[in-house]
């Protein structure tokens, strides 16, 4: 008889994302997770299996949660503009560090592409209609993701409205 989870998956999660996004993929271990969650290293082989899939399974369940943070901050700032729809996702888990995980992943490649597109898709029916229009939703997510990118790493910033007015 399986013994019920006192801890379920998504609290581990957050812990080995917690891990991978301040020390590294090097870091995420069975016992520094166990450590940091209050389950036994081998609870944690038995539910994964290996260090890789742990990894992937907490990969894919950050990306099941910024999609639906994507999808709910797209339908809240429907009616308006680009810097908006921005505003709205700034609340997202870290996504640079995700991206950045995910791009080492071929199997999670496509679910960072799909994600792009749907913020582009977005960030376009928010512009003014021109046959530009994709091209510069592309631009301003770009710089978006930069600006997150380097705001993070200690950079100076740059106004994210006025990047927006220029290119849009």
């Not at 069975?30 to 450590?35: E, G, L, M």
């Given at each position: 008889?399986?013994?019920?989870?006192?801890i379920?998956?998504?609290?581990?999660?957050?812990?080995?994302?917690?891990?991978?996004?301040s020390d590294?993929?090097k870091?995420?271990t069975?016992?520094?997770?166990?450590?940091l969650?209050g389950l036994a290293?081998?609870?944690?082989?038995?539910?994964?299996?290996?260090c890789p899939?742990?990894?992937d399974?907490a990969?894919?369940a950050?990306?099941?949660?910024?999609?639906a943070?994507?999808?709910a901050a797209i339908?809240?700032?429907?009616g308006?503009?680009?810097?908006?729809l921005?505003?709205a996702?700034?609340?997202?888990?870290?996504?640079p560090?995700?991206?950045?995980?995910?791009?080492?992943?071929s199997n999670?490649?496509?679910r960072?592409k799909?994600w792009?597109?749907?913020?582009?898709?977005a960030l376009a029916?928010?512009?003014?209609?021109?046959p530009r229009s994709t091209?510069t939703a592309?631009?301003i997510?770009?710089a978006?993701q930069?600006?997150?990118?380097?705001?993070?790493a200690?950079?100076?910033g740059?106004?994210?409205g006025e990047?927006?007015?220029?290119l849009?």
């Open positions: 008889m399986a013994r019920t989870k006192h379920p998956d998504h609290n581990v999660f957050e812990k080995v994302l917690a891990l991978l996004f590294g993929e870091s995420v069975f016992a520094s997770v166990a450590s969650c290293p081998s609870t944690l082989v038995q539910r994964y299996h290996s899939q742990m990894l399974a990969l894919v950050a990306w099941q949660q910024v999609e943070q994507t999808e339908a809240a700032s429907e308006k503009g680009a810097q908006s921005l505003k996702l700034a609340g997202l888990i870290s996504t560090a995700l991206l950045n995980a995910s791009l080492c992943r999670l490649i496509p960072a799909a792009r597109e749907m913020i582009e898709h029916a928010r512009l003014v209609v021109s091209e592309a631009l997510f770009a978006w930069g600006r997150l990118l380097w705001t993070a200690g950079g100076k740059f106004r994210l990047a927006i007015k220029r849009g």
